[in-house]
Nanobody, 114 residues
Framework: QVQFVESGGGPVQPGGSLRLSCVAS????????MAWYRRAPGKQRELVAR???????HYADSVQGRFTISRNYDRRTVYLEMNDLKPEDTAIYYC????????WGQGTQVTVSS
């Protein structure tokens, strides 16, 4: 059974930082590019960052230079380091494979507010 368990979100002030984690299971983790997505209130889910073997990383323009995606193959975990957070980063953050599987996790809420 494919499963994604996200954690690390919470409330943070503008300019602050958070590190999100996602543990993946139920599929061959090493064979897939991984990605973080987010859904802001009233908006569709969007791709934030991806990491693909031999291709490296890629970021949405809105987070370029502030967010960093990484992965640990042994721990089957994907990370999203988020710095200089802005109110517009407020969203529920999800991880999934780069071409997403239909099984989404619960996500982790990030709220950026003063």
């Amino acid at each position: 059974q494919v499963q994604f368990v996200e954690s690390g979100g919470g409330p943070v002030q503008p300019g602050g930082s958070l590190r999100l984690s996602c543990v993946a299971s139920g599929f061959n983790f090493r064979s897939y590019g991984m990605a973080w997505y987010r859904r802001a209130p009233g908006k569709q889910r969007e791709l934030v960052a991806r990491i693909i073997a031999f291709q490296g990383t890629h970021y949405a323009d809105s987070v370029q230079g502030r967010f960093t995606i990484s992965r640990n193959y042994d721990r089957r975990t994907v990370y999203l380091e988020m710095n200089d957070l802005k109110p517009e980063d407020t969203a529920i953050y999800y991880c999934n494979t780069y071409q997403p599987k239909p099984d989404w996790g619960q996500g982790t809420q990030v709220t950026v507010s003063s």
